[in-house]
Nanobody, 124 residues
Framework: QPQLKESGGGLVQPGGSLRLSCTVS????????VGWFRQAPGKKREGISC????????FYSNSVKGRFTISKDNGKNTVYLQMNSLKFEDTAVYYC?????????????????WGQGTQVTVSS
């Protein structure tokens, strides 16, 4: 069974930074793409980023482009999401998802296996 575990969330002030980690098992990052979603209270889940398995293609939603950076270390079985210039509206539970195929597709498609999530709170 594929397993994913997010870590690195916490409380941060506006303008600050956090780095989230997604450690995976049961599949290889050189075979499956991995995406990041977030869900704020009362809102739908939002796909915000994805990294492909083979060719290092990276994708971002308009809401995070220029502020967030996705990367991975295949040897460590870990995908990272570096979040800079954080805003109040970035407050959410952040999830990583195994897309089960090598290429990223539409960021908003929720197909795949999910982790438990990690809370990010941006507050003064």
């Amino acid at each position: 069974q594929p397993q994913l575990k997010e870590s690195g969330g916490g409380l941060v002030q506006p303008g600050g930074s956090l780095r989230l980690s997604c450690t995976v098992s049961g599949f290889s990052l050189d075979e499956h793409a991995v995406g990041w979603f977030r869900q704020a209270p009362g809102k739908k889940r939002e796909g915000i980023s994805c990294i492909s398995a083979y060719d290092d293609k990276k994708f971002y939603s308009n809401s995070v482009k220029g502020r967030f950076t996705i990367s991975k270390d295949n040897g460590k079985n870990t995908v990272y999401l570096q979040m800079n210039s954080l805003k109040f509206e970035d407050t959410a539970v952040y999830y990583c998802v195994d897309r089960k195929i090598p290429e990223c597709t539409d960021l908003q498609i929720e197909f795949g296996d999910w982790g438990q999530g990690t809370q990010v709170t941006v507050s003064s």
